[in-house]
Nanobody, 122 residues
């Protein structure tokens, strides 16, 4: 069964760092993959994407603070988050896109993880 399993969320103080990981089980991890987040009362938004060629794109508010990376051998997708702010508080979801080549965060997602909560205290 295809699934994505996130880990690494938790509480952190403003200015701190967290590293999220997503393990891909029984799914082709050569496709474009990304991270989304959803805060209470807000729509889900694409935070970062990486395609099969290494193209990356980020939400403007996280550029310079978040870094997306992938390890094909380990079948993992990572998101290193630094200088976290209270507005980064959200549930973060790993996603696998239909396309191998898209570097557009708004492209159609085929598979979602269950999410991991990140809470940043002021």
């Amino acid at each position: 069964q295809e699934q994505l399993v996130e880990s690494g969320g938790g509480p952190v103080q403003a200015g701190g760092s967290l590293r999220l990981s997503c393990a891909a089980f029984d799914t082709d991890n050569a496709f474009s993959m990304g991270w989304f987040r959803q805060a209470p009362g807000k729509e889900r938004e694409g935070v970062a994407i990486i395609n099969s060629s290494g193209c990356k794109d980020y939400l403007a508010s996280v550029k310079g603070r978040f870094t997306i990376s992938r390890d094909y051998a380990e079948r993992t997708l990572n998101l290193h988050m630094t200088n976290l702010q209270p507005e980064d508080t959200a549930r973060y979801y790993c996603a696998r896109y239909y396309s191998r080549f898209t570097c557009d965060r708004s492209s159609q997602v085929k598979l979602w993880g269950q999410g991991t909560q990140v809470t940043v205290a002021a």
